[in-house]
């Protein structure tokens, strides 16, 4: 079984502030990881993937992630807010091998603010 | 060129009608499927199709009844319409079904059942 728990439904950050975004992820097996954001009324969209390459990945738009195994984590940030990032932010996993077949399992959502 | 569309964008109806969602992709993805976003915006899988083939059924409800009459396309037609089907739901595409894929979405239905 796999899960994802993403700390904190709500985030608000000053503009030109670091964007720290929590997720913490449970698997049984190697896990590949993902950051998907979602603007007001819109579809999801992949911001970046781990997908057991270099475990610092970088994404659109400036942000990263760092997957630690260790703290089975895979935490999302971005150096300097804009405001046009403020939006809903879901980390979700799949599993490593098997028959997964694409099953995405997504963690409660983020919601990012930004302030002027 | 939307790569994911969807049809309707909104859908109201009353409880114990029959609807339907159409879902179209023109990114020449094998694989399709069906999101439940609920008004908490938990999202998750219902479906999965890959070249017209089910390979993912989460304990959805049989009135709930995708089609996928080719690669490109994935309806959803849902009987007998309850409260609790009243969500946002996503169609998503991806190239294979390798968990490595990005999967691409739609812009959602949002369906109101009164």
């Known amino acids: 079984a796999q899960s994802v728990t993403q700390l904190g439904s709500h985030v608000s950050v000053s503009e030109g502030a670091l964007v720290l975004l929590r997720c913490n992820y449970s698997s049984s097996v190697p896990p590949y990881l993902f950051w998907y954001v979602q603007y007001p009324n819109q579809g999801l969209q992949l911001l970046l993937k781990y997908t057991s390459a270099a475990t610092l990945v970088k994404g659109i738009n400036g942000f990263e992630a760092e997957f630690k195994k260790s703290e089975t984590s895979f935490h999302l940030t971005k150096p300097s807010a804009h405001m046009s990032d403020a939006a809903e932010y879901f980390c979700?996993?799949?599993?490593?091998?098997?028959?997964?077949?694409?099953?995405?399992?997504f963690g409660q959502g983020t919601i990012l603010t930004v302030h002027p | 060129d939307t790569a994911v569309s969807q049809t309707p964008k909104y859908l109201v109806t009353q409880m114990g009608n029959d609807k339907s969602i159409k879902c179209e992709q023109n990114?020449?993805?094998?694989?399709m499927y069906w999101y439940k976003q609920d008004s908490k915006k938990f999202l998750k899988i219902m479906f999965s199709?890959?070249?017209?083939?089910?390979?993912i059924n989460e304990t959805v409800p049989n009135r709930f009844s995708p089609k996928s009459p080719d690669k490109a396309h994935l309806n959803l037609h849902i009987n007998s319409l309850e409260l609790g089907d009243s969500a946002v739901y996503f169609c998503?595409?991806?190239?294979?079904?390798?968990?490595?894929?990005?999967?691409?979405f739609g812009p959602g239905t949002r369906l109101t059942v009164l």
């Open positions: 979700a996993v799949n599993r490593a091998g098997g028959t997964s077949y694409g099953k995405l399992t």
């Open positions: 998503a595409s991806s190239p294979f079904v390798t968990s490595t894929d990005t999967q691409y």
């Open positions: 990114l020449g993805h094998d694989t």
């Open positions: 199709y890959n070249n017209k083939e089910l390979i």
